[in-house]
C-alpha cells in the first residue's frame, strides 16, 4: 500500500503521459499549505508543493487543479527548478558575487524568500479554492478505492519539446535593449558609488567626541578601504616582506655558534632527506613499483 | 663490508660521471661527521637524546653518523639518494632466489658427474655414426648444420670433455630473475685430439661438434633415469646462431616420481650445455672477418675471390673462447666491487629494450655488455685511459658505459680494440670504424659484436643516447622510465611498422651459394637485402631501420636434425620497424643528384626506376626527382612499397601489412579539400585559411578608433587557431560546436574600470556594444553580442560578441582587465566559510575561461610546429575518447595536455613520428597512469634537443624550462591534495606545468570519479587489444572506435530533424564526389545555428547530472548516416543519489517517491519519463538496460 501522507505532507500521485518511447510513469507531489513568517497558516491562500515535475507552469499547475479540484481556481503559480549546467551550484546558499566583491557598493540580491529547489507554490485566488483544493487532494488520495481515475499531469505541449525547443538555441541579445540595460544599471550602480564617497567624505568632515578626525588619501574611495589598510602586528609577522626586510639585516656567519648551528642543520637536513627518501621507496616497493615485468 | 673499505675516498670520482662535487664535498664531510657527535651529546633539542636511559644514547649517535655517511655517499656515488635506493631495491627485486640457486648446484653437480660417466666412442665414419644413432634406444639426430654432409673423410669421436665450465651470467652471479625463465649457460670444451688445426675449414669443426653434441645427448637420455635426474633434452641454435646448436636440458618430472629425483621445473631454470673448441686450436688469423673459410665452387669465381665469411668465422672463434671470456670477465667482477649490480642493471635495461645476444634481438646481450664493461674497466678511451673506475658505484658504472655507447662510434667511426688476455690490462678506442659494430679482442681475434648490424647498433646508440638524457635529469626522478618501464613491443616501439609474410619474397634465386656462405641462412640474407634497398631509398626520411625475421621458435626435438618447418610458412613474417625523422618523413619529394652530374644520375634513376625524373626546381636548379602523390598514407610508406616492389619481389605491396595507415584514415575528412601545396595530415589547409580569417579581423579590432581605450592584445583561446581541433574548421559549417573561435580582448592599462564585477561586467558589454557596432559597419562581417554563461553566479551578466566574417568562421571575443582577478580573489576573501567553496569555483571557471586558456593556446601553439605529428594525434585522440562518449567530460586543454606527455617527455620511446604510433602510445600511457598516486607534471617548454645549451642558468630562465624548485613545489601542491582527498574523488588528474602549478585548473569540477576510471579502463582494454594483434584490420580498429552502449544505465538514442554531417563541414557519405556541394553563405535564420541535439543534452544536464552521469556525442555530425539516430545519450546513474533511502527534505534537489517507512527514494521511473518526454520528436528510442 502506497503511503499518503509524509510528516505534515499529502502524497499526491499523478500519472506522467507516456510517449511512443516510454511508457507512463507515476510522479508523486507532496502538498501542503504554505506558510512563511509574513503569513500565518490562517491567513495563507497557497499551497506548497515539493517535487514538482520538470518544466511546471500555471498552465499544467491549473489544468491538474481543474482535475481533482474543480471550482478551486488558481491565482499564480511560482516554482524553483533544479537547473544547474556545471553542477557547481548550491541550492542551499545565496551568493552574491557582486556584494562579495565590493561590500560597500556591491548590488543587493533582489531576489529574496526564495522557494527551495524543486518546489513551488501555489496561490489560489481565495482561500476557500485553497482549503477546496486540499481537502479534495486528502480525499482523492485517502479514499482507497481504485475506481477513481488518478490525475495526470500533462508535461509538456508538444510545442514545448523536441525540435522545437532545441532548435536554434542560442544567446544572441538584442544590442539596442541591452545597451539600454547597461545604461540604466550603469547610472545605478553610479548612484551607489556616490552615496558610499558621500559617507566617506562626510567621515572627513566629522570631528569626533576627542576631536579627531579620520585622515583619507585622495585615492581611497570606500569606507572598508581604510579599515583594511590597517593591519595589526601579527598580520605585519606574516607578511613575507617585512620579515625579510628584518632577516636582511642579521649576521649569518658571524659568531662560531652561527657557522655550528648552520653546519649541524645542514646534516640533519642531509639525513631527514634520506630517511624520507627511505620512506618512500618503503612505499613503493609496498606498492610493487620495482617488478619490471 | 664496512663503509670505510668503500672505495669511494680515495678514487678520484671520474669527471666525465660524477656531477662534479667531489673535493669540496669530501672535505666538508670530515668535517661534519666529526661535529655531528659533539653536538648530539650536548644536545638539548633533541628529546630522545636526553630523557632516554645510556644504552639508547650510545646507540643513537652511531647509527646517525653511518646514516650520514650512506646519505653523503650515496648523494655523490648515485644521482641522488632516492635513485640509489631505487638501484637497490631493484637489484634486490631482480636476485635469484637462494633456494633455486642451491637446488641448481646440485642438479649441476649431477649433470657433470654424469658426463663424466659418458664413456669415449670408438672412430666412426658419417654412415657408422649414423647407423648407430639409428640402433641407440632414444631417438637421436646429429644436428648438423646446412649443408648436411653426405661423405666426409675424416671421422668422428667422442672422448670426455677437456674441461666443463660454468659461463654466463649464472657463473658470473649476475643472474636475474626472468618471466621466462632463466638458462645456466654450460660449456663443454672438445678434446685437444678429436680436432686438427685445418678444421676450421669447411665446416669440418662443426660436423664433428654436431656429433659430439649429439653422443652426449644421446647418452645423457639414458643415464637419466639411472641418475635420478628426470630431464628433457632438446637442441636450440645458441643465439640464434644456425651454425652452433646446443643442448637445452629442462626438468621433466616423471609420472611416478621417487624421493631421489631432482625435479627443477618449478624454479623456471634451464640448462644449456655448449659445447666448445679448445682456445687456440685454430689459427685465429685466419678466421678473420675479412677472411673467406668456405670454399665453394662457384662458376666463373676463383677461390681466391671467395667472398669472406665473417658469421661463420665468428661463430667458430667464439665458441673457441668460451672459458677464456670466463677468466676475463670473473676476473673484472673481482676487481671493481660494484660490478656486478651494474652487470644487473645493464642486463634489465637491455632486456626492457628488447635487446639480447640473439641474432634475431640486436645481437646485444648481457654477454656484449659486460664485456664491454670489463673493457672499459681497463681503458676504452681515445689514448687508453680507463673509462671506468674500479670505485666506482653501481650507478656510475652503469651511467658511464651507457654514456659511452652513447657518445663513441664504435661502426663506422672506429672500434674498441681489447685483450682479454689476463696479463695484458689494455683497451683502446681507435678512430677506424669497418662499417660493421666493432669491439674487438686481440688476444682470440673475436669480434664481440659479431652478431650485430648496423642497424641494430644503430637501435642500441638511440637507445643509449635518451637513456643517457635520462640519467642527466636533475628536475625529476627517472628511474622507472629507465629500468621498469618496458619499451619493447614493436607496435609502440616504431613509427611505421610493416610485415611482409616470408613465403611470398620469392629471393630463392639470387640466394646462391656464394650468398649461403656469406649470409649462412635465407633470413639473414633477406633482412640485410632489404635494409639495403631501404637505406638506399628512404634516406634521411628515417632515423632507424630495423629489419628482423618474426618469432622464431628456437626449441626442436633431439630426434630431428634442424627445426621443424613450420607447416603454414605464412606465419614467419619480415618484420620492418621504421623510425621516422618527422621533417623530413612526409616530403612528397625525393631529390637525387644534379641534371649536370651524369654518372650519379644515372645511378639515381636505375635505382628508382620509372620513378626518377629530372625536375626544374623554383631556385633554378635542375634535379633528379621523384613524386610522390599525397594520399592518406605517408610519402614514406608509398616508397617503401614502390621500391620493395621494384627490387625485391614484384606485387610484394600487396602483400605487406601496414598499420599506420588505417589510423590515418579515422581521422573525420572535411567536406571541403585541403589545397594541394600543403600537408593534408600533418597541417591542412583548412587552419591556415582559418589563420588568416583571423588575423583580418584582428587588424580590424586593433585599428578601432571609436574605443576610450585602445586594443592591446587580442588572444587568441582555441583549438582550430593552434590546429588541434576534431573537425576541421569549414567556411560556414554553423553547426560544428566549435565553429565559434574564442579569443581574449585585452585593452590599455586603466584605473577607472569599476571596482565591483557586475558593474566591470557591464562595462565590458559597453566596450564590446561598442565594438560590435563598427564591425557591422565593415562590409560583409556581422557580429551580435550573446549571454556567455561560463561563469555560475553570472549568468546573464557576462557577455560575449560574436562575429561572422565573410570567409565563412565565426569568432568569438571576451574582454579582459586586470581588475578581474583582483575583484574574484576579494570575492574569495570576503565569502564566509560555506560559501568559499562555490566562490572558488567561480574563479577557477574564470581562470579558465579568461587566462589559463591563453597560456595554454600560447604553449601549444608552439608546441605545435615543433612536433609535426602532434597536432593529428591529438586530433586522432580527441577522435577516439568522441567515439567512447567520453570527450564532453573532459575540457579539450586538459585532452590535449595529456596527450602531450608522449611528445615532450617520451621517454623510454623517442618522439612519435606517425599518428597511429602517437595515438597507441597516449592509450598506453593512460592505460598505465595511476592517477591516484602519480602527478603528471609537464614541461610545456619541452626543449629536450639540446641539453648542452640549457646548462646556463641564464638560458634556463629564457627557455622558461621547468626548475627543481618549481617541480617540487608541483610535487608539494599534488601531495598536499592527496592528503585531503587521497582516493580522488574531488580531483582525479593531477595535470599541471609551469603554467598552472595546480595542477588542477583543467580537471576540477567536470570529470567525475567513474569517468576517469572509465578511461583507464577502456584505454587499457583498446592498448591490450593492439599489442597483442600486431595486424590492425578495420574490424579491429572499428572494435576499439565504437563505444559499449550497453555498458550504461539507459540509452536515449535521437536524431536531429536535419543532416548534420554537411553543417558540421564534414564529408558526407555518398558515392558521387560531384554531388558535394560545399556550404557558401550563413542562413539568415539563426535557428539554424548549433545542434538541436547538443541543446537537449545540455538541458538533460542542467537538470538531471546530480542523479546520473550522462555523456554524448559531441559531434554529431561525424555520426549522422542517412537512417537511424545520429547520436546518443546515455547515462548511469549516481549511486550515492539513486540507490538507498533518503530522509524527506523539501530542497532535496531530485525527483523523490516516498517509500513504506515514511522516506523517500529516487523516482527513476519518472526522471526517466521526463527526460524522453523533454526530447519529443527528437527520440528515437530508449532502452534501459540496469
Redesign the interface.
Known amino acids: 500500500m502506497a503511503i499518503k501522507q509524509l510528516r505534515e505532507y499529502t502524497v499526491l500521485p499523478v500519472l506522467l503521459p507516456g510517449t511512443r518511447n516510454i511508457s507512463k510513469a507515476w510522479h508523486y507531489l507532496f502538498i501542503k499549505k504554505h506558510v512563511t513568517k509574513d503569513e500565518a497558516e490562517s491567513k495563507t491562500r497557497s499551497l506548497f508543493i515539493v517535487n514538482i515535475p520538470v518544466g511546471a507552469n500555471f498552465n499544467n499547475m491549473k489544468r491538474l487543479m481543474s482535475q481533482v479540484a474543480l471550482g478551486a481556481n488558481i491565482e499564480s503559480f511560482q516554482a524553483c527548478e533544479y537547473y544547474d549546467p556545471d553542477n557547481v551550484i548550491n541550492y542551499n546558499m545565496d551568493i552574491n558575487l557582486s556584494k562579495l566583491s565590493n561590500a560597500d557598493f556591491g548590488e543587493e540580491n533582489l531576489r529574496d524568500n526564495r522557494i527551495p529547489v524543486g518546489c513551488g507554490v501555489v496561490t489560489f485566488l481565495d482561500r476557500d479554492g485553497m482549503n477546496l483544493a486540499l481537502s479534495s487532494i486528502k480525499k482523492l488520495v485517502m479514499s482507497s478505492k481504485s475506481d477513481c481515475k488518478p490525475p495526470e499531469w500533462e508535461l509538456f505541449t508538444d510545442k514545448e519539446t523536441g525540435s522545437s525547443r532545441y532548435l536554434g538555441v542560442n544567446n544572441r541579445l538584442n544590442a539596442g535593449s541591452l545597451s539600454k540595460d547597461v545604461y540604466s544599471s550603469m547610472k545605478a550602480f553610479e548612484k551607489r558609488e556616490h552615496e558610499v564617497e558621500e559617507e566617506l567624505k562626510q567621515m572627513t568632515e566629522t570631528v569626533d567626541e576627542d576631536g579627531f578626525t579620520v585622515v583619507v588619501g585622495p585615492h581611497r574611495k570606500t569606507k572598508s578601504g581604510i579599515m583594511g589598510s590597517l593591519k595589526t602586528l601579527t598580520d605585519l609577522e606574516h607578511d613575507e616582506k617585512y620579515s625579510k626586510k628584518i632577516k636582511k639585516k642579521e649576521k649569518k656567519d658571524f659568531y662560531r655558534f652561527q657557522i655550528r648551528e648552520r653546519k649541524k642543520q645542514e646534516v640533519n637536513d642531509l639525513l631527514k632527506k634520506f630517511k624520507d627518501d627511505q620512506e618512500r621507496v618503503r612505499i613503493m616497493r609496498e606498492k610493487r613499483r620495482f617488478n619490471p615485468y | 663490508m664496512t663503509h670505510g673499505s668503500r672505495p669511494s675516498n680515495n678514487v678520484e670520482t671520474d669527471a666525465d660521471v660524477n656531477e662534479g662535487r667531489t673535493e669540496k664535498s669530501q672535505e666538508l664531510e670530515k668535517?661534519?661527521v666529526s661535529?655531528?657527535e659533539a653536538?648530539q651529546s650536548v644536545s638539548t633539542k633533541r628529546p630522545n637524546a636526553k630523557s632516554d636511559g645510556d644504552s639508547h644514547r650510545s646507540k643513537q649517535p652511531k647509527l646517525?653518523a653511518q646514516?650520514?655517511q650512506?646519505?653523503?655517499e650515496?648523494?655523490e656515488l648515485f644521482k641522488?639518494?632516492?635513485f640509489k635506493?631505487?638501484i637497490d631495491?631493484?637489484v634486490h627485486?631482480?636476485k635469484l632466489k637462494d633456494s633455486h640457486c642451491k637446488l641448481m648446484e646440485k642438479v649441476l653437480h649431477r649433470l657433470y658427474d654424469m658426463i663424466q660417466e659418458i664413456p669415449a666412442s670408438d672412430e666412426l665414419s658419417l654412415e657408422d655414426a649414423n647407423v648407430y644413432f639409428k640402433q641407440s634406444a632414444t631417438k637421436v639426430s646429429i644436428p648438423f648444420p646446412d649443408p648436411k654432409p653426405t661423405s666426409l673423410n675424416y671421422k668422428f669421436k667422442y672422448e670426455t670433455p677437456e674441461d666443463i665450465s660454468l659461463v654466463g651470467s649464472f657463473g658470473l652471479k649476475t643472474g636475474i630473475q626472468?618471466?621466462s625463465g632463466m638458462s645456466i649457460d654450460v660449456a663443454l670444451t672438445m678434446p685437444h685430439e678429436l680436432l686438427q688445426p685445418k678444421d676450421y675449414m669447411n665446416y669440418r669443426a662443426l660436423y664433428k661438434r654436431a656429433f659430439y653434441l649429439a653422443y652426449v645427448a644421446e647418452h645423457l637420455a639414458a643415464l637419466s633415469e639411472e641418475k635420478h635426474l628426470p630431464i628433457k633434452l632438446s637442441y636450440e641454435y645458441a643465439d640464434g646462431d644456425v651454425l652452433c646448436p646446443v643442448i637445452k636440458v629442462q626438468s621433466s618430472p616423471s609420472d611416478s616420481p621417487t624421493d631421489k629425483d631432482v625435479v627443477f621445473d618449478h624454479t623456471g631454470f634451464s640448462i644449456k650445455l655448449y659445447v666448445g673448441f679448445p682456445l687456440g686450436i685454430f689459427e685465429a688469423k685466419k678466421l678473420l672477418p675479412d677472411r673467406n673459410c668456405i670454399r665453394v665452387k662457384a662458376e666463373e669465381v676463383d677461390v681466391k675471390d671467395l667472398p669472406p665469411t665473417p658469421l661463420y668465422n665468428s661463430s667458430i672463434l667464439s665458441s673457441g673462447s668460451y672459458t677464456c671470456f670466463l677468466k676475463y670477465l670473473y676476473t673484472a667482477k673481482k676487481t671493481a666491487e660494484s660490478f656486478r649490480d651494474a652487470c644487473v642493471l645493464g642486463k634489465?635495461w637491455l632486456?626492457?629494450r628488447g635487446f639480447s645476444s640473439d641474432i634475431n634481438e640486436g645481437g646485444f646481450g648481457h654477454f656484449e655488455f659486460v664485456t664491454l664493461m670489463a673493457a672499459l674497466l681497463e681503458g676504452g678511451g681515445e689514448s687508453g685511459n680507463r673509462i671506468l673506475l674500479h670505485g666506482f658505484s653501481s650507478y656510475q658504472m652503469f651511467k658511464a658505459t651507457i654514456r659511452y655507447l652513447s657518445i663513441q662510434d664504435l661502426c663506422s667511426h672506429g672500434h674498441l680494440s681489447f685483450s682479454s688476455l689476463l696479463s695484458e690490462h689494455r683497451s683502446v678506442y681507435k678512430a677506424n670504424g669497418f662499417d660493421v659494430p666493432t669491439i674487438f679482442d686481440k688476444n682470440t681475434k673475436l669480434n664481440i659484436l659479431w652478431k650485430m648490424t648496423p642497424s641494430s647498433y644503430n637501435m642500441l646508440r638511440l637507445y643509449a643516447n635518451s637513456t643517457l638524457e635520462l640519467l642527466n635529469d636533475v628536475v625529476r626522478d627517472r628511474f622507472?622510465q629507465t629500468?621498469?618501464t618496458?619499451a619493447n613491443n614493436k607496435v609502440l616501439k616504431y613509427d611505421i611498422f610493416i610485415q611482409i609474410p616470408l613465403s611470398e619474397i620469392n629471393q630463392e634465386d639470387s640466394f646462391g651459394p656464394l650468398e649461403k656462405i656469406s649470409f649462412i641462412t635465407f633470413e639473414t640474407f633477406v633482412c640485410s637485402k632489404i635494409f639495403k634497398i631501404l637505406s638506399g631509398a628512404l634516406r634521411n626520411r628515417v632515423t632507424q631501420i630495423s629489419v628482423s625475421v618474426s618469432s622464431t621458435s628456437s626449441l626442436w626435438p633431439i630426434a630431428h636434425r634442424k627445426p621443424l618447418l613450420v607447416r603454414n610458412q605464412k606465419e614467419k613474417y619480415i618484420d620492418i620497424g621504421l623510425s621516422l625523422d618527422p621533417a623530413e618523413s612526409e616530403k612528397k619529394v625525393t631529390k637525387g643528384p644534379l641534371h649536370s652530374q651524369k654518372a650519379e644520375g644515372e645511378k639515381f634513376s636505375s635505382f628508382w626506376g620509372s620513378r626518377a625524373q629530372v625536375r626544374r626546381y623554383k631556385d633554378g636548379s635542375i634535379q633528379y626527382s621523384c613524386l610522390w602523390t599525397a594520399s592518406s598514407e605517408s610519402p614514406t610508406v608509398t616508397i617503401v612499397k614502390y621500391i620493395l616492389d621494384l627490387h625485391l619481389t614484384e606485387g610484394i605491396s600487396s602483400n605487406m601489412i601496414v598499420n599506420s595507415s588505417n589510423f590515418n584514415l579515422l581521422l573525420p575528412r572535411s567536406l571541403t579539400l585541403s589545397t594541394a601545396n600543403s600537408h593534408p595530415l600533418v597541417m591542412p589547409s583548412h587552419f591556415q585559411q582559418l589563420r588568416s580569417s583571423y588575423d583580418d579581423l584582428c587588424k580590424i579590432v586593433y585599428h578601432m578608433t571609436n574605443l576610450p581605450l585602445t586594443v592591446k592584445s587580442i588572444l587568441p583561446a582555441s583549438s582550430a587557431l593552434r590546429g588541434m581541433s576534431l573537425l576541421l574548421p569549414v567556411p560556414f559549417a554553423i553547426a560544428n560546436p566549435d565553429f565559434f573561435n574564442e579569443s581574449i580582448v585585452q585593452f590599455e592599462t586603466s584605473t577607472r574600470w569599476?571596482?565591483?564585477?557586475?558593474?566591470l561586467e557591464?562595462?565590458k558589454?559597453?566596450f564590446l556594444?561598442k565594438i560590435?557596432?563598427s564591425i557591422n559597419k565593415h562590409k560583409g562581417y556581422s557580429s551580435?553580442?550573446?549571454?556567455?554563461?561560463e561563469i555560475?553566479?553570472?549568468k546573464d551578466v557576462v557577455?560575449s560578441l560574436?562575429v561572422l566574417t565573410p570567409e565563412g568562421y565565426g569568432f568569438k571575443f571576451r574582454i579582459l582587465t586586470e581588475r578581474d582577478e583582483t575583484?574574484?580573489l576579494?570575492?574569495i576573501e570576503?565569502?564566509d566559510t560555506?560559501?568559499k567553496?562555490?566562490?572558488t569555483?567561480?574563479y577557477f571557471?574564470f581562470m579558465r575561461k579568461y587566462i589559463g586558456c591563453v597560456k595554454h593556446h600560447r604553449a601549444f601553439s608552439s608546441l605545435v610546429t615543433r612536433y609535426p605529428f602532434f597536432g593529428p594525434t591529438v586530433r586522432l585522440f580527441k577522435q577516439w575518447l568522441e567515439s567512447q562518449l567520453l570527450y564532453p567530460h573532459f575540457s579539450e586543454e586538459l585532452i590535449e595536455l595529456i596527450a602531450v606527455k608522449c611528445f615532450i617527455d617520451p621517454a623510454p620511446y623517442s618522439i612519435p613520428g606517425s599518428v597511429g604510433t602517437g595515438f597507441l602510445r597516449i592509450l598506453d600511457f593512460v592505460s598505465r597512469w595511476n592517477w591516484r598516486?602519480d602527478a603528471l607534471i609537464l614541461d610545456l617548454s619541452g626543449d629536450s634537443e639540446d641539453p648542452d645549451a640549457t646548462t646556463g642558468s641564464y638560458i634556463d630562465k629564457l627557455s622558461g624550462k621547468l626548475t627543481v624548485q618549481e617541480y617540487q613545489g608541483i610535487l608539494e601542491n599534488f601531495k598536499k591534495l592527496r592528503k585531503e582527498d587521497p582516493s580522488g574523488t574531488n580531483i582525479q588528474f593531477f595535470v599541471a606545468s609551469k603554467q598552472d602549478p595546480s595542477g588542477k585548473l583543467w580537471s576540477c569540477?567536470?570529470l567525475g570519479l567513474p569517468i576517469a576510471s572509465r578511461l583507464t579502463a577502456l584505454s587499457k582494454a583498446a592498448i591490450g587489444l593492439f599489442t597483442k594483434s600486431v595486424q590492425f584490420d578495420s574490424s579491429l580498429i572499428m572494435l576499439v572506435f565504437t563505444s559499449a552502449l550497453k555498458d550504461y544505465d539507459f540509452v536515449i538514442k535521437v536524431k536531429?530533424?536535419m543532416n548534420l554531417r554537411a553543417k558540421s563541414g564534414v564529408l558526407p557519405i555518398q558515392k558521387f564526389k560531384n554531388l558535394i556541394r560545399p556550404l557558401t553563405q550563413f542562413p539568415g535564420?539563426?535557428?539554424?545555428?548549433?545542434d538541436?541535439?547538443q541543446?537537449?543534452f545540455?538541458?538533460l544536464?542542467?537538470?538531471y547530472?546530480?542523479v546520473a552521469i550522462l555523456s554524448c556525442h559531441r559531434y554529431t555530425g561525424l555520426y549522422d548516416t542517412k537512417e537511424g539516430c545520429s547520436n546518443v545519450i546515455t547515462g548511469i546513474f549516481n549511486p550515492a543519489v539513486a540507490r538507498g533511502e533518503k530522509k524527506?527534505r523539501?530542497?532535496?534537489?531530485?525527483?523523490?517517491?516516498?517509500?513504506?517507512d515514511?522516506h523517500?527514494e529516487c523516482?527513476r521511473?519518472?526522471i526517466?519519463?521526463?527526460m524522453?518526454?523533454?526530447?519529443?520528436?527528437?527520440?528515437?528510442?530508449?532502452e534501459k538496460y540496469h
Do not use: H
Not at chain 2, 1149 to 1155: E, M, S
Not at chain 2, 1172 to 1182: A, H, K, T
Open positions: 668535517t661534519k661535529e655531528l653536538p646517525t646514516d650520514v650512506v646519505a653523503r650515496t648523494a641522488s639518494n632516492i635506493l631505487e631495491e631493484l627485486v631482480l626472468q618471466p634489465l632486456k626492457q622507472p629500468f621498469i618496458k569599476p571596482d565591483e564585477i557586475m558593474a557591464r562595462t558589454t559597453a556594444l560590435n557596432e551580435f553580442l550573446s549571454t556567455d554563461n555560475p553566479y553570472l557577455t560574436e575583484l574574484y576579494r570575492s570576503n565569502a560555506r560559501q567553496q562555490a566562490v569555483d567561480c571557471y598516486e569540477n567536470n536531429a530533424p535564420d539563426p535557428s539554424q545555428y548549433g538541436p541535439l541543446s537537449y545540455a538541458e544536464k542542467a537538470r547530472s546530480n524527506f523539501a530542497n532535496i534537489g531530485f525527483n523523490i517517491k516516498p517509500t513504506e515514511e523517500v523516482n521511473e519518472s526517466l519519463n521526463q524522453v518526454c523533454l526530447g519529443g520528436d527528437l527520440v528515437v528510442s530508449f
